[in-house]
């Protein structure tokens, strides 16, 4: 476990302990509720998520800078085998931690009255950092919340000791549960400046060339596509921290990076977007088949950016990671 997160010593502001006993008893009564947690968790890890791993930690970002009304600020740090990810804005809470390990459910909900803008997809992103680690945790100035595979483990197996179907579940499965429908309390602090930081020491070399190989892929079309977020610090090893920084000046969207321009050895580049956007609402029959957290956000977005010079003329060398996806609202960035 890392050195920013540790175990609880007593308290549990985020009533872990009733989700746990809620989800064991839920798993005892009918083992088919376990098979299907676990069929979910599992199709999300294997399935398009995987390779999300930064774009939904900073989807996190941005949707709690939102909730705070502040610019969004994200710093991730690969370092002794740990990942790092940083954010300003709204801190954790127990509804937070309740959609964490839900799977299905979000505490990103809009309401007809009071409408903010949230890019996550209803709390099923955060799967994606199974992808690297056994142990997530989510640590903020309230309180903290972590996972463990061989703890939720333990926990099963117990249970399955009064439920002979759960334990056919588990053997079959060789011993791998749903960790996130299992949170425990945890103690830690977010860095300074920031409000909130999510801790995964990762799994493996395997998992750590992943996320190295992600965070050495972060480009402008980041910060074009959640336009929540102002600054992305990436940090790997030893290596001198990159900074991009988001800004509007006059009809433009300008991206700075502080990691150097083609061809220079010192000078950052800058590029000018020239950005459209639309949004609108979903007619209910889209939706007839949707479930029924999707139905309360019947809503979709989609920007384009052209990198431009500083005459607004296209540039056609620019080359980006292409399309960001944040599936929920239908936002795009390309």
Known sequence: MSMLV??????DPFGTARLRRGVLDAWATSPARFRE?????????????????????????????????VPGRLRLTLRDGV???ANTGAPLDATGVESLATLRASAKRDTSATRTPSVGRFGV????????????AVVGRHGGVRWSLAEAR?????????????????RRRDG?????????AAEGTAPDPYDTVVILPLRDTAAADLAERLLRGVDDALLLALPGLTEVVVEIGDEEPRTLTRRTDGPFTVVEDSRPSAGTDTAPAVTHWRTAGADGPLTPDLLADRPVEERLRPH???TWAVPVDAYGNPVRQWVTAGAVS???EGRESS
């Open 6 to 11: 540790q175990p609880s010593a007593g308290g």
């Open 37 to 69: 947690d676990a069929n979910a968790e599992e199709d999300l890890v294997l399935g398009g998520y995987r390779d999300r791993l930064v774009v939904e930690l900073a989807q996190n970002a941005a949707d709690a800078a939102a909730r705070a009304g």
């Open 83 to 85: 990942l790092l990810a």
């Open 125 to 136: 992103g955060f799967a994606a950092v199974l992808a690297v680690t056994d142990e997530p």
């Open 154 to 170: 333990e926990l099963a197996e117990r249970t399955a000791r009064h439920s002979p179907g759960l334990g056919d579940e588990i």
């Open 176 to 184: 791998h549960v749903p960790l996130l429908r299992l949170p425990f």
């Open 300 to 302: 979709w977005s989609v």
């Open 326 to 328: 944040v599936p929920a």
